[in-house]
């Protein structure tokens, strides 16, 4: 049975958010874990949640990048498990340098909280898998730093590997300038790894995962989650 | 017996802001709302940044600075991909410790 680890650091806001998500609607065993208690990979998979890690101070997610917990992360990673990021978690695996690039302040220098389209470019990995190519997911933002940074040349082995996973759209799916919420290059949202098993994306899907909390009456957002137990599943019965 | 050591402090900045491909909005809008609209056309750019100041204890000026450039690094106190990091050593300051 497939155990994960949604991490918490201090300045977490959406610990709670997701492991309600995973227990009760994704319903897979979940444990709440203290960064500083994850002292062992004994997990299928990790969340780091958002929220505004040790403040946020010198640089969002850069000082929780250096919290224990984040060795044992990157021994999963290793071993080929799912790790998640979402918002501040994705700017910790950043700053962790588990994934590649910089978020930098918002473009509009707000603090920037709507709903956004998402389009799905690759339906091919641990945390996209139960989505078709293209489609559109309706998910909250609520951040101050989301604008995706990457050196212009490696964007495009970026995208040669297929780690651009989620970019911002507009309702036909165009990632035009206005879908663009923050200035992001080229739209994007959301990022893996080169072996794809580690994901970090601003939105929050655990926002987004039970409809009668959606204004749009959608959960759309669980589709992630659902990927992520779907591939532990998987990865559990291959071992066995 | 009270031992006294003469310890020199030194006075270290760190200077982290955007590359310049990197945009600065901070930066921009300084420079077009206050300072453009102030009638300073001759600042052509502003880049907005992130300072620093760390006391060190070193022998010499170039001893505190090689430390914090080396904890810049180490400690990844600017994001290699996004930002450049600049150490610069500001001052010294004699204190006698017992």
Redesign the interface.
């Known amino acids: 049975m497939p155990q994960v680890a949604v991490v918490q650091y201090p300045g977490s806001n959406c610990d709670l958010d997701a492991l309600e998500v995973l227990q009760k609607i994704v319903r897979v065993k979940t444990d709440l874990v203290w960064h500083k208690q994850l002292t062992h990979d004994n997990y299928d998979g990790y969340i780091l949640p958002g929220g505004f890690s040790y403040g946020d101070y010198l640089r969002a997610g850069a000082i929780a990048a250096h919290s224990p917990s984040l060795k044992i992360v990157r021994e999963a990673a290793k071993a080929g498990k799912p790790v998640l990021g979402i918002c501040n978690g994705f700017q910790i695996l950043v700053e962790a340098n588990l994934l590649p690039g910089a978020v930098l302040r918002n473009a509009n220098l707000r603090f920037i909280c709507k709903w956004i389209n998402l389009r799905v470019d690759n339906n091919k990995t641990p945390f996209t898998r139960k989505m078709k190519m293209g489609q559109l997911l309706r998910v909250p933002i609520a951040h101050n730093e989301g604008r995706y940074y990457l050196e212009p040349e490696q964007i495009q082995t970026l995208e040669k590997n297929g780690q651009v996973v989620l970019r911002y759209a507009d309702n036909k799916g165009d990632t035009t300038m206005d879908a663009n919420p923050n200035g992001s290059l080229e739209n994007i949202a959301g990022i893996c790894n080169p072996d794809h098993n580690v994901m970090g994306l601003m939105p929050h899907p655990e926002r987004a995962s039970q409809s009668e909390l959606s204004p749009y009456n959608n959960a759309e957002g669980r589709l992630i989650f659902d990927s992520m137990i779907e591939t532990i599943r998987e990865r559990n019965e291959g071992r066995r | 017996m009270v031992l006294k050591t003469r310890n020199q402090y030194r006075t270290v900045e760190v200077i982290i802001q955007?590359k310049p491909?990197?945009?600065d909005?901070?930066g921009e809008?300084i420079h077009r709302n206050l300072v453009l609209k102030g009638g300073y056309d001759l600042v052509t750019g502003v880049r907005a940044g992130?300072l620093l100041r760390m006391t060190v204890q070193a022998e010499s000026g170039q001893e505190a600075e090689n430390i914090v450039r080396r904890l810049c690094d180490d400690?990844?106190?600017y994001?290699p991909?996004?930002?450049s990091c600049e150490v610069r050593i500001v001052g010294k300051e004699d204190r006698i410790t017992e």
């Open positions: 955007n491909l990197a945009r909005p901070e809008t992130k400690l990844r106190i994001n991909v996004a930002h």
